[in-house]
């Protein structure tokens, strides 16, 4: 029973380590500089997902979502494709995966 109370103990113990270790590495991680870099693309909400391809043709990758199209590699000018509409933000919207 004693051998039994001590894995039993161990087991907790090396959880608890394991978990501990595992949450200071992930608030690790996102506090400092992972080398990924964000861009807000607009302030409204028309689509679940985004795509991304090369829409122009000019060999670089550009980014889709909803009624709007950005070439890449900036990423810096929304270009509307078709009318689209602003959805609820608590809501599902039409467009899931442009």
């Known amino acids: 029973m004693k051998l039994l109370d001590s894995i039993v103990g161990f087991r907790y113990w090396a959880s608890a380590l394991v978990i501990g270790i ?5 608030t690790a991680l996102l506090a400092g500089d992972n080398g990924w870099s964000s861009l807000r693309l607009h302030g409204d909400f028309y689509a679940e997902g985004a ?8 060999g670089r990758g550009d980014l889709v979502s909803g009624p709007f199209w950005w070439a890449g590699p900036t990423f810096s000018t929304p270009r509307r494709f078709y009318d689209g509409e602003i959805f ?8 899931f995966f442009s």
Do not use: A, K, V
């Open 88 to 95: 609820d933000l608590r809501r599902y919207s039409d467009n």
């Open 51 to 58: 795509g991304f391809g090369d829409i122009n043709g000019d």
């Open 22 to 26: 595992g949450l200071n590495l992930s």
